[in-house]
T-cell receptor
């Protein structure tokens, strides 16, 4: 069982370039989330989607966009990367917004130079 | 503002018991979660409390007091594999998780 997959595993990106982080889940979960994790800080929510076709802004949405064309996929796009977007990015999913557990993907380590 | 506080780092001995505390101030409360995260890996779910009291699951237990805005995670019979970060998170009135910075637990033989 794959659960949630993310790609790429890691990436070095030049500032000003665009990039899409991919996330796919095979659990048919309605809700999906993108977080960033930085040293000394808790996970911070970037964007979320409660169901296919809908998205919402989290705590730190600036510089990021998402789409949810179907249940399985939830890509995160950085339109013009900046060094402050250097972080580890985790995608997660849950059955619903009131579900008891979020399942996390393995993460993407992004470095913006 | 919303705030989750937990100690940055704790050290314990293999075979012993350790308690990791978490205090929170959030806009609304719809449950508290504990996750375990090994270095370089994704967080994995440990426990969920929505009512006051103790939830026990094997060697791990989690306690909640909503009136005090307080929870703790209790780990018994510590094993070296328990060396990890432990993340406290509260689901707020918007049903989004607010996360603490995590407690790094170091287990010594």
């Amino acid at each position: 069982t794959a659960g949630i997959t993310q790609a790429p595993t890691s990436q070095i990106l030049a500032a000003g370039r665009s990039m899409t982080l991919r996330c796919t889940q095979d659990m048919r979960h309605n809700a999906m989330y993108w977080y960033r994790q930085d040293l000394g800080l808790g996970l911070r929510l970037i964007h979320y989607s409660n169901t296919a076709g809908t998205t919402g802004k989290g705590e730190v949405p600036d510089g990021y966009s998402v789409s949810r064309a179907n249940t399985d996929d939830f890509p995160l796009t950085l339109a013009s990367a900046v060094p402050s977007q250097t972080s580890v990015y985790f995608c997660a999913s849950s059955e619903g917004t009131s579900g008891n557990e979020q399942f996390f993907g393995p993460g993407t380590r992004l470095t913006v130079l | 503002g919303q705030n989750i506080d937990q100690p940055t780092e704790m050290t314990a001995t293999e075979g012993a018991i350790v308690q990791i505390n978490c205090t929170y101030q959030t806009s609304g409360f719809n449950g508290l979660f504990w996750y375990q995260q090994h270095a370089g890996e994704a967080p994995t779910f440990l426990s969920y409390n929505v009512l006051d009291g103790l939830e026990e699951k094997g060697r791990f237990s989690s306690f909640l007091s909503r009136s005090k805005g307080y929870s703790y995670l209790l780990l018994k019979e510590l094993q070296m594999k328990d060396s990890a970060s432990y993340l406290c998170a509260v689901r707020d009135s918007n049903y989004q998780l607010i996360w603490g910075a995590g407690t790094k637990l170091i287990i010594k033989p």
